[in-house]
């Protein structure tokens, strides 16, 4: 369903009150009705929910009839215990905006499950009511024998909202259970049907996105009592405060909070002045890619002449972060390892020469301390060191090197730069700061984990405290897939790179696809030992794989036979190139892909919690209209206020 909790219930974490339909009459049950109606509303109550606790189906009908013709404005809504079919026409019938089932998954045998998922699927497209689906729920039986994420999985499918209680009404439902169905069904939304107080409702609505209230809104504070005011009124007083306190958190900090964007002229339809861009998509700067400004095979500048005049071309693009040129297969040239399969892979020592600019490295280390030059001159915020261990041909050839080998061969790399940067005097305490992207997965090796950069901290010489993290959430996601077979998310890895955490969270959350993608992002990024070294997020989504295409860098199955089968160099590139912009370097917009505005969010928040100056860099760079993309990656990313000030 496309709409939020806002949007259907009128506010952030919404209150529903009970109108248990007690009484012993149809005339004393409506009379009931209509001063415990007055009696919410009047004491601050969000919403209304009929449910035939003590009355029957045809009672319930005329209570809905009842609030829907005398407060057709409100928000009501309607539970028909032992008869979902009804409530469903009952709902669309008079209008609700929601309706409750106390179970969609966990409750039935695997038969019996099969057909209500049918049922489940043709009544919604005949109601558009917000489903509030009940998920190992008080009173219910436990009979699918599945996994409590598995239930939880089906259940996301059948409704909007899932509900979580304890075992039985007006029973406080035990946090714990709240935060594992959190953690469980992601930014899924949740609420509480049972035994929430002002007592506990701070932490509970800090996990839950609403409540459903019926025990402590009675004068006995038990089902069978009549509502009390009072109660609903001390009820509702401390919930508008929680809410001024739950909903500022993760506590995005906006203002000092800064965002970049990657610039490529191709994506650009028109010219365009860049300053006035970034003022109107407040952003602080624009990245460049410098193998895009002069050829890698280059120096950036021989003379003085040449120098002013390419800090005059950068100044005027309003560029503030540089991004270094790279090339590929840097630990075999570099440390010689396995150099003779590099120039058998290039075809002759000419041609490395040729691709490199020579056979030491020297062009490579020399260009990289012109590109910080600049950042220098320009006092940009960062230099993005991306060093990663790829194929020229994307998919050719496998990886002999291992990945231990090429991530150690990382870190003498940047202590490479770091030394010779220190010899030019150009690294100091207030120059800009150095930051390592991380490598990507399947078709490229590096620095990819937060255990690399454990290690790679643990090693560097970094005296003026420059090196920095800029994690691509990208290239995280190179990493995960989506087996149609299994009907599970899971790692497209060969069984050398999986570690047992990752197969802990394939076997935890694999059934969740969002869950799982959630949890890998959380692994790497809110690793406590290197947290405070995030200096950015580089910010885009990637559609699910339901392939894997390369391992171990080289493709594989059909696509493997395709590649091999070309004769050109050319041709070979661009197929391998084609698959890896496509289905790995996608660079989406959030939310067009696994990820969405509230996942980042909420990561965001939980890192500027510990590194306030975090930046977040908007890497769009596959996008054919960069405009657009960045403003519908933005309304995506600052959309829901509550969760981020913006």
């Not at 998919?395 to 150690?408: D, L, V, Y």
């Not at 620095?447 to 970094?462: G, I, N």
Request: glycine share 8%; proline share 2%; net charge negative.
């Amino acid at each position: 369903m496309s709409k939020n909790i806002k949007e259907v219930f009128g506010t952030d974490k919404p209150i529903i009150g009970m109108l248990h339909l007690k009484g012993d009459s149809d005339k004393e049950i409506l009379e009931t009705v209509r001063k415990e109606l007055e009696t919410l509303l009047e004491n601050g109550a969000d919403c209304v929910l009929v449910e035939n606790y003590f009355g029957s189906a045809q009672q319930a009908e005329m209570a809905l009839k009842y609030v829907s013709e005398t407060y057709p404005d409100i928000c009501y809504g309607i539970n028909l215990l032992h008869d979902d079919a009804l409530g469903f026409k009952l709902a669309e019938k008079y209008r609700a905006k929601f309706i409750q089932l106390d179970s969609v998954s966990g409750h039935l045998s695997p038969e019996e499950d099969e057909e209500f998922g049918d049922f489940i699927e043709k009544v919604r497209k005949s109601c558009n009511a917000f489903v509030l689906g009940g998920v190992r729920f008080k009173y219910q039986p436990y009979r699918s024998g599945r996994r409590l994420d598995e239930d939880l999985a089906v259940g996301m499918k059948r409704c909007d909202a899932i509900v979580v209680t304890g075992d039985a009404t007006g029973q406080e439902t035990d946090l714990s259970k709240i935060r594992t169905f959190r953690n469980l069904i992601g930014e899924f939304p949740l609420f509480v049907g049972a035994g929430m107080t002002p007592g506990n409702a701070e932490e509970q609505l800090e996990y839950a996105d609403g409540a459903i209230v019926g025990s402590y809104f009675k004068d006995t504070y038990k089902d069978t009592g009549d509502i009390c005011g009072n109660h609903v009124k001390e009820f509702m007083d401390e919930v508008k405060e929680v809410r001024k306190n739950v909903l500022k958190k993760p506590g995005i900090n906006i203002k000092e909070g800064k965002e970049y964007s990657t610039y490529k002229k191709e994506l650009f339809l028109e010219d365009v002045n860049l300053f006035e861009f970034c003022e109107e998509n407040k952003l602080a700067g624009m990245e460049v890619f410098m193998d895009d400004v002069i050829s890698r095979d280059k120096m950036l500048y021989a003379d003085d002449a040449e120098k002013v005049a390419l800090i005059n071309k950068l100044q005027s693009m309003n560029v503030k972060r540089i991004h270094c040129s790279y090339w590929a297969y840097p630990t075999s040239f570099l440390t010689k390892n396995h150099f003779a399969e590099l120039v058998n892979r290039f075809g002759s020592l000419e041609l490395v020469r040729d691709y490199y600019g020579d056979l030491t490295g020297n062009h490579m280390f020399e260009r990289w301390i012109q590109e910080y030059e600049m950042a220098c001159v320009l006092k940009a915020q960062a230099y993005t060191f991306h060093l990663i261990d790829y194929a020229p041909i994307d998919g050719k050839w496998e990886f002999t090197i291992s990945r231990e080998e090429i991530s150690q061969a990382m870190i003498y790399m940047i202590q490479e730069l770091i030394n010779r940067l220190m010899e030019k005097g150009l690294l100091t305490e207030d120059s800009p700061q150095i930051e390592v992207e991380n490598a990507g997965w399947g078709l490229e090796y590096g620095l990819q984990t937060a255990e690399d950069f454990e290690k790679m901290f643990r090693q560097l010489y970094d005296p003026f405290d420059r090196v920095r993290i800029g994690w691509d959430v990208n290239h995280l996601l190179h990493a995960v897939g989506f087996s149609e077979k299994d009907q599970r998310a899971e790692f497209f890895l060969t069984y050398q790179e999986m570690t047992e955490e990752m197969k802990g969270l394939e076997d935890r959350y694999g059934n969740i696809q969002q869950v799982f993608v959630e949890k890998w992002l959380e692994k790497n990024l809110l690793n406590r030992s290197i947290i405070g070294k995030t200096g950015s997020l580089h910010l885009s989504d990637c559609r699910m794989k339901t392939t894997a295409y390369f391992k171990n860098g080289i493709l594989i199955g059909k696509y493997n036979e395709i590649i091999q089968s070309l004769e050109r160099w050319e041709d070979m590139e661009e197929y391998g190139v084609g698959i890896v912009l496509k289905e790995y370097d996608s660079h989406e917009v959030l939310s067009e892909g696994i990820l969405s505005g509230i996942i980042m969010r909420r990561l965001i928040g939980r890192i500027q919690e510990v590194n306030p100056d975090l930046v977040i860099l908007h890497e769009l760079k596959n996008s054919r209209n960069q405009v657009q993309a960045l403003k519908k990656q933005r309304a995506e990313l600052w959309k829901d206020e509550r969760e981020g000030g913006r």
